[in-house]
């Protein structure tokens, strides 16, 4: 059974940063691409970060390029999102989901609240 | 970016009837290398998103065959026959053509 279990957020300040992590099982983590999705409360859907099987390549909108990094350790099965520069706009449940183009498998989410 | 404009935003159906949800995008979805990278996502009440269909027309593993796609180059639909109790919640649209993906507004879909 495919599991992706994200983890890391939390209350956090503006201009400060947080990581991210999701932990997958299930499948063969190093012959999947991985991307983060985040929803605001009450909100629509986001595409936040894709990332390839190897990690050799990264893609990003641009409400988050130049502040947000995508990465994966294949050998924990472990996708990041090490999150900068944070601001109230980015809160939002992040989701970890497999492949990029098919959304077939999501995480429960990461709740990030970013507040003074 | 391509704009995915979600019709309608709300619906309220009685069990046993059939619903449909149109999804249109403001560029073509086909992509170059001849496939369409649309998808319709469930997020039943408090739950994360889950895949209905991809590529317009495939169903989804485990899903309901009461769920179909149709729809080409801009303009697609999601139907669902014979509404059941636990299609509640809102139906996103999502296209995985043209990078930034992006996706519909949403349509929130209640139970008379």
């Known amino acids: 059974e495919v599991q992706l279990v994200e983890s890391g957020g939390g209350l956090v300040q503006p201009g400060r940063s947080l990581k991210l992590s999701c932990v997958a099982s299930?499948?063969?983590?190093?012959?999947?691409?991985m991307t983060w999705i985040r929803q605001a409360p009450g909100k629509g859907l986001e595409w936040v970060a894709s990332?390839?099987?190897?990690?050799?390549?990264?893609y990003y909108p641009d409400s988050v390029k130049g502040r947000f990094t995508i990465s994966r350790d294949n050998a924990k099965s472990t996708l990041y999102l090490q999150m900068n520069s944070l601001r109230s706009e980015d809160t939002a449940t992040y989701y970890c989901?497999?492949?990029?183009?098919?959304?077939?498998?999501w995480g429960q989410g990461t709740l990030v609240t970013v507040s003074s | 970016d391509v704009v995915m404009t979600q019709t309608p935003p709300s619906l309220s159906v009685a069990i046993g009837q059939s619903v449909s949800i149109s999804c249109k995008s403001s560029?073509?979805?086909?992509?170059?290398?001849?496939?369409?990278?649309l998808n319709w996502l469930l997020q039943n009440p408090g739950q994360s998103p889950k895949r209905l269909i991809y590529?317009?027309?495939n169903l989804g593993s485990g899903v309901p065959d009461r769920f179909s796609g149709t729809g080409s180059e801009k303009d697609f639909t999601l139907k669902i026959s014979r509404v059941e109790a636990e299609d509640l919640g809102v139906y996103h649209c999502?296209?995985?053509?043209?990078?930034?993906?992006?996706f519909g507004s949403g349509t929130k879909l209640e139970i008379k």
């Open positions: 999502v296209q995985a053509t043209h990078v930034p993906f992006t």
């Open positions: 990332i390839t099987n190897t990690g050799g390549s990264t």
């Open positions: 299930g499948f063969t983590f190093n012959n999947y691409w």
């Open positions: 989901t497999r492949d990029w183009r098919w959304f077939a498998y």
């Open positions: 590529q317009v027309s």
């Open positions: 560029q073509s979805l086909v992509h170059s290398d001849g496939k369409t990278y």
